[in-house]
Nanobody, 121 residues
């Protein structure tokens, strides 16, 4: 019914850049927030960045100044520009959306399929 599709992951050398995209589709009434969590092997899933429908943003301390989140509301798409990548950024990045779905405008938290980001030293 509601689907989040991620793209843009890959392998990059330390200091390089990647841009992740996440597009929400389906029976959506409104989107309250979108963003990314990431999870490395053996570690918990942590918030990387999020953006609300009013463009308020928040970032993990470890990525502030290096990552930038933005959105295109018309396309229900969020982007994560990742610069100055470090090996410790290596993880599976999971897109999320907090939204209200149709037909009852019920609130839900949805996840994308995940995309692998690998940063080599």
């Amino acid at each position: 019914q509601v689907q989040l599709v991620e793209s843009g992951g890959g392998l990059v050398q330390a200091g390089g850049s990647l841009r992740l995209s996440c597009a929400a589709s389906g029976s959506i009434a409104s989107i309250d927030a979108m963003g990314w969590y990431r999870q490395a092997p053996g570690k918990q899933r942590d918030l990387v960045a999020g953006i609300t429908s009013s463009s308020s943003t928040n970032y993990a301390d470890s990525v502030k100044g290096r990552f930038t989140i933005s959105r295109d509301n018309a396309k229900n798409t969020v982007y994560l520009q990742m610069n100055s990548l470090k090996p410790e950024d290596t993880a599976v990045y999971y897109c999320y959306a907090d939204l209200k779905s149709l037909p009852y405008r019920s609130y839900g938290h949805y996840w994308g399929q995940g995309t692998q980001v690998t940063v080599s030293s």
